[in-house]
């Protein structure tokens, strides 16, 4: 079939297909579908966005839920457990394909892999295989990425893989060399760090991969064809909308999506996916099924793929092809829409109507009636030609159209047969087809044929018969539709004409030519085109990849860039110069030119015509004169070409920068501006003769700036001949030796100076020339030294010169120290030694080497070096050298720990047995130790001590020594500066005083017990001698005025004195106990037995016997101690602790106050916390402090004048503590006080 029909046959089918389902649909809900995203809501997915904000899904039946991907499932799981109907995914489909996963390939969205590698910016990575041994951040499956490395020599195993964490700042803060990332993604991230980055691309290595796709399961392909087919023409419909009107997608995003990424960062996006995309030149949605089976093999290439493994069913037209479409009936009627289609329209609205009508339950008849009468006023009114015949009959019946286009009335056809009005050529296939017909073989069929008209013309139509049968299968009558297709056919005429002369020009063409149909992405490649790259006519396809494809990497984004500003109205004629590579691998470079010839509705342009030609010879030959150009214009030397007259043509940079004058001042001008007057006129007039006679001239110049200043050349001019061989100009190349006068001048000048320095410098300056072994100069400083004069040591080899042991020295030297040379001549080596040389008088004296190995002229291998005279030097240092040894030695055997300290650094210098045996530290370990790490002491304290030790005072210090086992000794130090040299050292003596200092701190401690216990004496005995001697004042008081005068007192004043009696010998009893109590404490006859109680049963027996106190002043006392919480505690002295700090409470708590005991568990630990608060007068605060103190008098009296002795609480503290724990106060005067203290618990 013709391709034009295939078009719009595969139209037809689609518009039959669509008619039933859109009038269904109309009636029903929208199919409900899923689209699995391959990430997060971003512009990646931008046509998808449209195509629902456009409703482009809901004009097709469909409504869409976009899912964004997550970490429970992958897309490819969600699409193949009918989560989803379609995802997005990328070209490892191919992976997934070939492990039986029955994913199919609906369109290719991104013509161009996103995936790129990052590199630091500062980082050495300057190319990809120097990603060798570096840490790499790489996703499963990037096959490009793993592709594009293994062709640059880096495969994975030659990597640090490290997991992908799609976080950048791994390569931010230098965690990875590299990280795969997305183009249209990180880059942007990077940017807004202000972190500079390199990227490497895999198509720069030629490593192509489609990028994002859009994918459906087989299943869906299967079971509803025109689901996935309606979805993917709504999905690229969407796609181009994006494309068109990214700034719109990007506020549809932000807005209604996802706010994760700034407007910016989406239009960052949205801009780098164009680039890939390419929807002005490649349709999109499109595949090239051999850019697939490319990607297949590298696949295969890197391991990935089986190299049988098999990808049948990847592309969704291997199942819309096996559709079973019933083709004997769609043919002729696609045949009637391609022509017809007015016709279709006509019977879609029928059908539309009858079902209108059926569904309000009218009249069949009265439809059909009414039906028959519009096709009725088709037939007469139509636009084609439309005929009614049988065999019967004849003509039954004709249209107005059919009448003028045979120019008959409808009287005069009944007289006309078919072959009379058919053109006899055409009579044949005709009747073929009418044949078939008749023997029910078709039942309609249709071509192009020629007929005469009625005044003899012949005219083309296109015939369209249908056949209508009656129930037997006999033909009850035949329509024919003609259509006049004259000029039609003219047009073609004239266009085949057009095409053999076009034809005939691009075969006698050097260009090649192209003309690309860019929605349907063909491309027509001229023979020329083809062989210019090395191809025969067949090997070459016709899809825009065959184009693409071979552009160098380096090309690709300019050329891109290029068409797309052409394609956008930005450039007029497409033009662009860009490499293709040959069949044989090799590029040409190609200037291609097109222009758009043909535009969309909306003036895109969908035609381009275009040129290829090939300018590689050009291309060569403009490097080469840019080579030669650039080498004039960046040499180093001056160049000027004259005329034959001597003027100035042409002057590089150079002669600007070094003389001043620009080209344009001496343009024309004779060289002569340049001339100093220092060189006579007959050195020129010599230069002219030599070079008008053909010969180069060779010499020098004195000349003068601009600015006056004078300046020497070497010049070399030569005379330059045209093609007959005359001279016509000179050129001269000329260097500036202006700075190597100089240095001959200055040379001259140092040698000068040189040879009075080595004349009269005491050192010794001397040259051995190795080759030979032979020394070949020795100043006269020689002779000072040595009493031999320069002439005599000349004579003299290295063992004559030296004595034996300082020879054999000196020659090792050599021997290792040459080839060293040799093999890094640029690498100075300087040699310093010390050797005896041999004197005249037979003594010998120290002498100090230094020396440096150079080439001489000849290339020769030489030493020069100086000899000073170090003799008195020598015998001083080995006297000093002989004096430390003895000091060592006395150091070594002393018994006393000695070390030496370095005062500058702080560490040892030396360290005798008795210092390495003290601190438990080998010699090597402690020698070069800092005292630092010795001494306990802060490093500001030891510097102190240090420092007034250095200022030559003799002091005794103390410390503290840490030794290798990390036990802490006292010691105590005598220090004592020594000149070493020029510096001076502390020479310490160390004694071990920690015994001595534990003795003086146990008769420290002993002297402070014994003051503490007459402090307690001292207490007690003020204690009997004031507290326990008031109560029994009062007793004995009061007994005896009731003894001897009671009958002079009445009742009430008796019982008043008996109550002070038994109050006074309460207090006294109260007194005795707690100091019996303490005393026993103190005297260890207490029993500590602890065991585990109920604090609450401990509490309630001490309120019980607190109760009648504290009923008398209304207190109130309140506990919130939990029953079941346990303490581990001695029963009778934590009832005293509670004893006393209640009873407390209660004395210094007014009338009507409150106590309000609890307890607290504290958190890490394993401890209890009882609190005892009232709200009472409170402690001044200066007093807290002297609460717990035997040897302060804190006893008051309470808010009722009771008294105290001042014992309860030094009694309280000391059991608080005998348990570990503590007891503290927290008070204000005026508001109360919260006694606290610490018990343990199990």
Not at 447 to 459: A, S, V
């Amino acid at each position: 079939m013709n391709p034009f029909l295939k078009y719009y046959f595969a139209l037809f089918v689609v518009f039959i297909l669509a008619i039933p389902i859109q009038s269904y649909s109309s009636d029903t809900t929208l199919t409900q579908v899923k689209l699995q995203l391959k990430w997060k809501h971003q512009f990646q997915f931008a046509g998808y966005y449209a195509a629902i904000e456009k409703g482009y899904y809901k004009e097709l039946g469909i409504e869409v839920e976009l899912v964004e991907a997550n970490v429970t499932e992958s897309p490819i799981d969600a699409l193949i457990s009918g989560k989803a109907q379609f995802a997005t995914s990328t070209s490892d489909i191919i992976l997934l394909r070939a492990a039986g996963r029955p994913v199919v390939l609906l369109a290719t969205i991104f013509q161009h892999s996103a995936q790129v590698l990052l590199v630091s910016g500062t980082s050495k990575i300057e190319y990809v295989h120097n990603l060798a041994g570096k840490r790499l951040i790489i996703e499963p499956h990037a096959a490009d990425i793993i592709a594009y490395m293994k062709d640059e020599g880096v495969p994975l195993n030659k990597v640090i893989q490290l997991p992908h964490s799609f976080n950048i700042n791994m390569l931010v803060e230098n965690k990875a060399d590299a990280m795969t990332a997305y183009l249209t993604d990180e880059p942007f991230l990077l940017q807004q760090q202000n972190f500079d980055y390199k990227i490497f691309s895999p198509i720069s290595g030629n490593i192509d991969f489609y990028g994002d796709i859009l994918i459906t399961s087989e299943q869906l392909l299967k079971d509803n064809p025109k689901l996935a087919l309606d979805f993917r023409t709504a999905s690229i419909k969407g796609w181009e909308y994006a494309m068109k009107n990214s700034d719109e997608i990007i506020e549809l995003i932000y807005n209604k999506y996802s706010k994760r990424h700034s407007k910016e960062h989406l239009a960052f996006e949205a801009e780098k996916m164009k680039k890939l995309i390419l929807p002005n030149v490649v349709p999109i949605g499109y595949s090239n099924h051999r850019r697939w089976e490319k990607t297949v093999k590298i696949y295969q290439e890197i391991g990935l793929l089986d190299a049988d493994a098999d990808i049948t069913g990847l592309f969704y037209t291997d199942y819309i092809n096996k559709l079973n479409i019933p083709w004997n009936i769609i043919i002729p009627f696609s045949l009637i829409f391609l022509f017809l289609s007015s016709i279709a329209f006509f019977f879609y609205r029928i059908t539309q109507k009858l079902k209108f009508q059926i569904k309000h339950n009218k009249s069949i008849g009265n439809t059909l009636k009414k039906t028959e009468k519009e096709y009725q006023t088709y037939f007469d009114q139509g636009m084609l030609g439309m005929a009614k015949t049988s065999l019967e009959k004849g003509w039954i019946e004709v249209n107005d159209v059919i009448c003028n286009m045979f120019g008959y009335s409808r009287e005069e056809f009944v007289d006309l047969t078919w072959d009379k009005m058919t053109y006899p050529d055409d009579l044949e296939k005709d009747l073929l087809q009418f044949k078939r017909v008749q023997a029910g073989e078709i039942d309609n069929y249709s071509m192009d044929k020629r007929f005469f008209r009625k005044n003899g013309d012949i005219f083309h139509s296109s015939l369209t018969v249908n056949t209508v049968r009656k129930a037997d299968g006999s033909i009850d009558y035949m329509i024919a539709i003609l259509n006049d297709i004259t000029e039609r056919k003219k047009t073609e005429k004239a266009l085949r004409d057009s095409e053999m002369r076009w034809q005939f020009a691009v075969d006698g063409s050097e260009l090649g030519l192209w003309d690309w149909d860019i929605p349907n992405n063909k491309v027509f490649f001229s023979k020329q085109w083809k062989e210019m790259l090395g191809y025969e006519d067949d090997e070459i396809g016709n899809t825009s990849e065959e184009w693409s494809e071979r552009i160098h990497p380096d090309d690709k984004e300019k050329v891109f860039e290029d068409v797309q500003k052409h394609t956008d109205g930005k450039m007029p004629v497409y033009k662009n110069e860009h490499r293709l590579q040959c069949k044989d691998g090799s590029y040409k470079w190609i200037l291609s030119k097109g222009i758009s010839v043909a535009t969309t509705d909306d003036g895109k342009p969908k035609r381009m015509l275009g040129t290829h030609a090939d300018i590689s010879k050009r291309k060569s030959d403009e490097e080469k004169i840019k080579k030669f150009s650039t080498g004039f214009e960046q040499t180093s030397n001056t160049i000027v070409i004259t005329d034959i007259n001597g003027n100035i043509e042409y002057v590089n940079p150079r002669f600007t920068e070094l003389s001043g004058y620009s080209a344009k001042e001496v343009y024309k001008q004779n060289p002569r501006i340049l001339n100093s007057g220092t060189q006579p006129k007959e050195y020129f007039a010599e230069l002219w003769k030599t070079i008008l006679s053909g010969k180069t001239w060779k010499g020098e110049f004195h000349n003068k700036k601009k600015n006056g200043e004078y300046y020497w050349e070497n010049s070399i001019i030569t005379p330059v001949r045209n093609e007959k061989g005359e001279i016509n100009s000179f050129i001269a190349i000329k260097e500036d030796t202006t700075l190597r006068k100089k240095a001959e001048q200055a040379l001259k000048e140092s040698e000068e100076k040189y040879r009075l320095i080595t004349e009269n410098v005491s050192d010794v300056i001397w040259i051995l020339n190795v080759s030979k072994n032979k020394f070949t100069y020795i100043s006269p400083a020689e002779e000072k030294i040595t009493g031999y004069t320069a002439k005599e040591s000349l004579q003299q080899s290295i063992s004559e010169r030296f004595s034996q042991e300082s020879a054999k020295k000196a020659e090792e030297t050599i021997r290792t120290t040459t080839p060293k040379f040799i093999e890094n001549p640029s690498n100075k080596i300087t040699q310093v030694n010390n050797f005896q040389q041999k004197c005249k008088d037979g003594s010998f004296v120290w002498i100090e080497v230094s020396s440096n190995f150079r080439y001489n002229p000849a290339n020769e291998i030489e030493i020069i070096g100086t000899s000073r005279n170090i003799d008195k030097r020598k015998k001083a240092e080995l006297a000093l050298k002989e004096s430390e040894e003895k000091f060592r030695n006395f150091i070594d055997k002393n018994k006393a720990i000695i070390i030496s300290v370095d005062p500058s650094t702080n560490r040892i210098l030396i360290a005798n047995k008795a210092a390495v045996d003290f601190y438990g530290y080998s010699k090597a370990e402690l020698i070069n130790k800092s005292m630092a790490e010795i001494n306990v002491l802060s490093a500001d304290e030891i510097s102190k001590i240090a420092s007034k030790a250095g200022g030559n005072k003799l002091n005794t210090f103390h410390f503290k020594h840490k030794l290798a086992n990390n036990e802490i000794r006292d010691i105590e130090g005598y220090p004592s500066p020594v000149k070493v040299g020029d510096k001076t050292h502390l020479l310490i003596i160390i004694f071990d005083i920690t015994e001595r200092k534990k003795a003086a701190e146990a008769l420290k401690n002993s002297e402070a017990e014994l003051k503490e216990l007459n402090i307690t004496k001292d207490k007690f005995f003020s204690i009997i001698a004031h507290d326990l001697k008031s109560p029994f004042n009062a007793i004995i008081g009061f007994s005896k005025i009731l003894l001897e005068g009671h009958k002079e007192y009445d009742e009430e004043k008796r019982e008043g004195m008996i109550k002070i009696v038994n109050s006074s010998a309460v207090r006294a009893f109260k007194l005795l106990e707690n100091l019996l109590t303490w005393s026993r404490s103190h005297s260890g006859r207490i029993p500590y037995i602890p065991e585990e109680l109920y604090l609450k049963t401990l509490l309630i027996e001490t309120l019980y016997n607190q109760e009648g106190q504290a009923s008398k002043k209304n207190i109130k006392i309140t506990d919130t101690i939990h029953e079941n919480e346990l303490v581990f505690v001695d029963e009778n002295m934590i009832a005293t602790v509670l004893r006393n700090l209640i009873s407390n409470a209660i004395k210094f708590t007014p009338k009507n106050g409150n106590i309000v005991i609890s307890s607290e568990k504290l958190t890490n630990s394993n401890f209890i916390k009882i609190s005892v608060k009232d709200t009472g007068v409170g402690i001044p605060k200066d007093k807290i402090d002297d609460l717990f103190h035997i040897d302060k008098n804190i006893s008051t009296q309470g808010t009722e004048k009771e008294t105290g002795t001042g014992l309860g609480l030094i009694l309280c503290k000391e059991f608080v503590e005998k348990h570990g724990g503590k007891i503290w106060v927290e008070s204000e005067a005026g508001k109360g006080s919260t006694f606290m203290f610490t018990l343990p618990v199990i």
